[in-house]
């Protein structure tokens, strides 16, 4: 016996959600939809650091929850609470709601867009069935924004509210839903030695300011997430380890190594690299079966200078090179489609004859 219901979920509620998070996404990009986003969280930081001059605990935590309940009722909220090193054990110090439009102008679409599609099917597809199917929309949103907010929480308004509030020594910035799943979109945390540590310490999210490595070798370390400002890395291989989403600013690589590294989401800005070779480095996203597969900004040298530097096997897709200056670039085999690399491995190709 056919299901109708799975049938309409396939073949009819499937492209329209598709669709919903595509639009949303596509907006996202413009910029109005961060701007709205981080004045409103730091409105909120600011509110919370002013209530501090009045009692309010050092806060060790900040969660920021999407809400179903209204987007049901029509007027889309973000929650956002203010908690001490009692996380989960306690009440939130201080509460506030901010508006979360932006993220639902295509909702009223895809509802309508729903019930027109549920017309013909009334005899299978009941009202709770579509109710159910509203609420994985509303998932979907919710982690699309998700995997946004990393990079928005990074915008010079956000770090200056949070200059003005007193932290705990450890302090997370959460993104989910209310009383549901929830995950580090942004940490300030205290700093570490990668080579001098406990086990337990983790490294992503850290801030490394003025380190000075030699002939150090990373291997198999998970980095995400982290920044590194004003460091030197000289006759350094980083060997199997994990860097998304870090940002290296004014840094310096010299005769070192990047094998089998991930680089999904980075960001190298004014950043100096002298013999440094790439080699089977992933800077793509992967792709998981029966897990949500994150989402990252295209890997970006923006202000950088590349002199004497080789990729091989690298995959690049859609790579960025912003106002670099490149001299004596090798690129063998990998994948640069859509990247600004891609004209130097078409040269390569056609000096050897290959086209």
Known sequence: MRDFVAAFQEERYAPLARRLLADTLRDMEN???????????????????????????????????????????????LRLDFYSEQWLAAEPVYSEYIDAAWLFVHWQEHEDAMTEAA?????WVRPAH?????????????????????????????????CALRRTD??????GEYQDWQGAVYALLTPIDIFNRSSDDSLRFR??????????????????G????????????????????VTFVGCRFDRSLFSRVRLPGALFLDTR????????????PLCRAYEKNDAY??????????????????RFPGALLTDCLLTQIEIEGGDYTDSNFQEFAVARMKEGGEE
């Open 130 to 162: 579509l109710e159910s199917m509203r609420w994985q929309s509303f998932r979907l949103l919710a982690y699309g924004l998700y995997t946004r907010l990393k990079y928005w929480l990074q915008s010079p308004a956000i770090g200056a509210a949070l």
């Open 297 to 314: 900004r295209h890997l970006e040298f923006a202000g950088c200078a590349l002199a004497a530097v080789s990729l091989a096997d690298c």
């Open 207 to 224: 801030v490394y300011e003025k380190c000075r490595y030699s002939k150090k070798k990373f291997a198999q370390l998970d980095l995400s």
């Open 226 to 245: 982290s920044r590194f400002r004003d460091c030197s890395f000289e006759d350094c291989s980083f060997e199997e380890v994990d860097l998304s989403d």
């Open 170 to 175: 450890e302090f997370y910035i959460l993104f």
């Open 31 to 77: 910029g109005t939809a961060a701007a709205s986003c981080t004045v409103a969280v730091a409105g909120a930081v600011d509110q919370a650091a002013r209530l501090q001059q009045h009692g309010l605990p050092p806060v060790a935590y900040l969660t920021m929850a999407a809400m179903y309940t209204s987007v049901y009722f029509g007027e889309p909220k």
């Open 273 to 284: 690299f002298s013999e440094v070779r790439f080699r089977d480095v992933l800077a793509a």
């Open 119 to 123: 017309k013909g099917q009334r005899a």
